[in-house]
């Protein structure tokens, strides 16, 4: 197996350095996008588009691509067959899949085409390595890593990017929009084009700059609330319950978003008690290294019966708001109103 990181990849591709068969495989949708825009940019000019063929394999059938990938470009050097969603390479099925006939790539793969090069994006987690296919995959094929980064490394790459884009930007400034983002790379970079334009006169992004330019998720919003509440501040939390409503938010999805926060605490808070690291927490809980992170440092300043006791109180306020008992709005308030005071 050839695998390299994402960087290289890219590197050997501006290079005229291309492999037969690429596996993209993770699930950051930005680096995925890059990759894929640089190789078509590389591969193919701008006036041979008809040698670029796009198949998803949730809608074709694999051997349309095979047909593609077999054929010779149309006046060109290259021909680039790129097959999205490719979940025969994993271990789940879809309710709607396909019969596609994976012999046409396993065949395929042991004498690709010289004109052809054939990718496969796979945004998936893991692949099934039991598969023959992915055997050969794995035997042939060029695997671009684009796994979610560290928080480390995506610190570094956004700061990086920014300055080969000839932007200065303030440490506080950065750390902001890495909060407010959530670490994630894709809505970081897709924050940055307003940041750009907000500082075109002396090219420098501020920490105010950030603040009004990047909007908070619902998500943020409803943690700092019940931050507010652990704070014993409940005109704050009330305050911004309000502002929410007024944003056309539902209480429903709000409470909904604080039981699956509470739940991720507690689950956290017994693992810190049985001395799992943060790697492993990741792995068991399937969730955003970044969001363990700070999931343990809120954990670490509440006790497990309280965190128990507010669970239950949202849960029990879930079912009150969907079976029409009592006030959705006013259930809400008076839960703020109540933990605050504990």
Not at 72 to 80: A, I, S
Not at 143 to 159: A, G, L, N, S, Y
Not at 200 to 222: C, G, R
Request: some cysteine; aromatic content about 8%; glycine content about 4%.
């Amino acid at each position: 197996m050839v695998k390299k990181d994402f960087q290289q990849a890219i590197s050997d591709i501006r290079a005229g350095d291309f492999a037969a068969i690429y596996v993209v495989h993770g699930t950051e949708k930005y680096l995925s996008e890059w990759f894929n825009r640089v190789l078509q940019q590389s591969v193919v000019s701008d006036e041979d588009e008809m040698n670029i063929m796009h198949f998803d394999m949730t809608e074709t059938l694999l051997s349309e691509a095979m047909l593609e990938a077999n054929s010779l470009p149309f006046f060109g050097d290259k021909r680039l067959v790129i097959v999205d969603q490719p979940y025969f390479l994993t271990g789940a099925k879809p309710k709607q899949s396909l019969e596609h006939n994976i012999k046409e790539l396993e065949q395929y793969i042991e004498q690709p085409l010289d004109s052809t090069v054939l990718v496969f994006n796979a945004p998936y987690e893991k692949l099934d390595g039991r598969k023959k296919v992915v055997k050969q995959l794995n035997k042939q094929a060029v695997v671009v890593d684009v796994q979610p980064m560290q928080e480390r490394d995506v610190r570094q790459f956004v700061k990086q990017h920014i300055q080969n884009d000839r932007y200065q930007v303030t440490p506080e400034a950065l750390e902001t929009l890495l909060v407010l983002c959530q670490m994630d790379l894709s809505r970081i970079m897709g924050e940055l084009n307003k940041l750009y334009i907000a500082g075109i006169n002396d090219y420098k992004i501020t920490k105010p700059m950030v603040e009004e330019l990047v909007a908070k998720s619902l998500e943020q919003n409803v943690f700092d609330l019940i931050t507010y509440v652990m704070k014993k501040q409940p005109s704050e939390a009330l305050k911004l319950y309000e502002e929410l409503l007024l944003q056309g938010e539902e209480t429903i999805k709000m409470n909904a978003i604080l039981i699956g926060h509470v739940r991720l605490l507690i689950q956290v808070n017994v693992m810190q008690q049985k001395h799992y690291q943060q790697p492993n927490m990741v792995d068991v809980l399937k969730v955003h290294p970044y969001r363990i992170k700070l999931a343990q440092q809120e954990a670490r300043r509440m006790s497990l019966g309280f965190l128990m006791n507010l669970y239950d109180e949202l849960v029990e306020n879930d079912y009150r708001m969907k079976t029409g008992q009592m006030d959705k709005e006013l259930l809400f308030q008076l839960f703020i109103l109540k933990f605050s005071q504990k």
